[in-house]
């Protein structure tokens, strides 16, 4: 074993234990929040780049070219599906009026309350 094999098995496994340790934050992000738009925010941000890390750990470690194309294919699929399905799941969140509007900074998509169905969320009946 060589220096340079030891080198990439470490930088494997602490890209490994990176991503890994940010799919943990990104689970407990989702316990954790108050409502949808946090929740989704936790779970797209540290999971995504939790996976990249992953993916590029065992890409590190598997020295293989057919392994290696089908980790960049899962990566790019990856960083495709979760920003579509995060936006998908505000809009019909902020729709159905299951955002906690104290918690907003600004609300691009507001219009006036009787557009949106009146003042209180949804799920309060």
Partial sequence: ????????????AVCLLLG??????AG??????PDVLSRMHAGT??????VLLVMLGAAIRL???SASWM?????AFQLVTAPVS?????????RRRHVRRDLLLV??????????GGDEPADAH
């Fill in 86 to 94: 995060a936006h998908m799941v505000s809009r019909i969140a902020h």
């Fill in 20 to 25: 890994a340790l940010l799919c943990l934050t």
């Fill in 1 to 12: 074993m060589t220096d340079l094999d030891s080198a990439a098995d470490v930088v494997a």
């Fill in 107 to 116: 609300d691009e998509l507001g219009g006036e309350p009787a557009e949106l």
């Fill in 63 to 65: 020295h293989g070219w």
């Fill in 28 to 33: 407990l992000g989702l316990v954790r929040f």
């Fill in 71 to 75: 980790l960049l294919l899962v990566a």
């Fill in 45 to 50: 941000k540290p999971q995504v780049l939790g």
